[in-house]
């Protein structure tokens, strides 16, 4: 796995990082989570999923790609499959979970989600968080994976007519990962996720790694 690499197309499909009995463990912890419609992003508050946070960040084929002395600040599980099955349009990913409401003219985009607060802060937050979308089932073409457009996330925050011309420009990659194995990515690449066809299911724990400080007095909801 290639940094520079990373840094130009704005995400990398790893090799497994979880052994299968690994997977097997995280399975027996998911059985229980109730989801409603596409997942559910509180799970940074359970025990096994903050220890999880910080086997990955360690993780030797994972640190060289994250910030330095990177804090995970959220986890969300999204799962999807013929009986609950959604499309995500093109779009970046802009808001971040923060502890409280603080008025500065540079935050915008306010919103509460499962009770936790969220906000959009400027590219320049954003270009700094990476994040690591960890497969717990193989996703193959049919099982509805992320679409992305490579190096898009160096044109900074783009409207919907600007990310469609990016996708002309540059094209689109669908990215298969294997069970174990991650989608890296950085929040301000395009993507999309068309609906799944295919009989297998497709559970992601998505996880946000940061910088531990903030700017304009923001602080993280979670960090671990």
């Known amino acids: ?23 097997q463990t995280l399975d027996g912890h998911l059985s229980g989570i109730a989801i409603a419609m596409a997942g559910r992003r509180s799970l940074l508050e359970t025990d096994w999923c903050r220890a999880l946070a910080s086997a990955l960040k360690s993780h030797p084929a994972l640190s060289p790609f994250l910030p330095e002395n ?7 599980l ?3 499959s013929l009986a609950r099955n959604w499309l995500v349009s093109l779009h970046q990913d802009l808001s ?3 502890a409280e409401r603080l008025e500065h003219p540079a935050l915008a985009g306010w919103s509460e989600k499962e009770g936790s607060l969220f906000v959009q802060p400027p590219a320049e937050v954003l270009e700094n968080i990476v994040a690591v979308r960890l497969h717990l089932d193989d996703c193959a073409a ?21 990310a469609f011309s990016l996708r002309d420009s540059l094209g689109e990659q669908v990215c298969p990962v294997s069970r174990g194995a991650a989608l890296l ?7 999309s996720s068309s609906k799944a066809t295919g009989q297998s299911r497709r559970r992601v724990l998505h996880f946000l790694f940061a910088p531990r400080a903030l700017p304009f007095g923001l602080r993280w909801h979670n960090a671990i």
């Open 96 to 98: 971040i979970p923060v």
């Open 142 to 162: 049919d099982d509805g994976p992320l679409n992305v457009v490579p190096g898009s996330h160096r044109h900074g925050r783009t409207s919907q007519e600007q």
């Open 78 to 80: 999204f799962e999807k």
């Open 70 to 76: 990177p804090v995970a600040v959220q986890c969300t």
């Open 185 to 191: 990515m950085r929040p301000l690449l395009l993507h």
């Open 1 to 23: 796995m290639d940094f520079q690499s990373f840094e130009q197309d704005g995400f990398l499909v790893t090799s497994a990082l979880l052994s299968e009995q690994q997977c």
